[in-house]
């Protein structure tokens, strides 16, 4: 345990003291085991790093363990979007916020002064005075990118290939303009010829279309098996 927990964990102790609350030595047992890691833990988690531990107790226990942990100022209770509560270590005059990712629940620590200080300043202009804020991006980790399917510009399509459209990067009259032929993120469509150098013909349901190769460089599709 390094030094910071270590304090940590004295304090705690000396402050329960004062609780004259039973079971001392298990609340610490529990106590050691949400320092050993640097994870952002749901009560299920804790229970299974006790097991680890072979430690086995009730969760209602463990539940009142961290929650006092929590009020004592030891630890933060964070509910990111579409998550059961989590804990996390609370070190006095450390702070940081969090990246969320939507399809893993993968959490990033990030730390940033300039958007602190930003956020200090317009709370001030509207002449009020924060106490505390939490700031939650949530999007796609890089992991999960790097397991998407690929994308790419419907000009590079071959004939015959079948693919969805994923978004347009053309203006609001580019966008207008291909809405009116069907063509919009979630377009299912086939490439019937793509060989020459001109336009290219797509096919969507029955009726086949000509599009620029301006226009196509800035349909982003994925290829259909
Ligand atoms: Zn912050
Ligand atoms: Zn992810
Ligand atoms: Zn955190």
Redesign the pocket.
Same mark, same amino acid.
């Given at each position: 345990m390094d030094r910071e927990n270590l304090f940590e964990r004295e304090n705690f102790k000396a402050l329960i003291k004062d609780d004259k609350i039973g079971r001392i030595e298990d609340r610490m047992k529990i106590i050691d085991a949400f320092l050993s890691t640097e994870e952002h833990v749901t009560l299920g988690e804790m229970l299974q790093i006790l097991k680890e531990k072979g430690l086995n107790y009730e969760p209602e226990f463990v539940r009142e363990c961290m929650n006092r942990w929590v009020e004592l100022g030891f630890a933060q209770k964070k509910v990111f979007e579409g998550q059961p509560p989590r804990y996390e270590h609370r070190h006095l005059g450390k =702070?940081h916020?969090h990246l969320i990712c939507t399809k893993c629940g993968r959490i990033i620590e990030f730390s940033n002064k300039d %958007?602190?200080q930003l956020q200090l300043r317009i709370a001030s202009q509207h002449g009020f005075h924060m106490l505390q =804020?939490k %700031?939650e991006i949530y999007g796609i980790c890089d992991q999960c990118m790097a397991k998407r399917e690929p994308v790419l510009p419907l000009a590079m399509v071959k004939t015959g290939e079948k693919v969805a459209v994923k978004s347009i990067m053309g203006g609001k009259s580019m966008r207008i303009r291909l809405k009116e032929m069907g063509i919009k993120p979630g377009t299912n469509l086939e490439v019937i010829n793509n060989d020459g150098p001109g336009r290219i013909i797509i096919g969507i349901g029955a009726t086949r279309y000509a599009l620029g190769r301006g226009i196509s460089q800035k349909i982003m599709v994925s290829l259909i098996n």
């Open positions: =702070h916020d %958007m602190e =804020h %700031m």
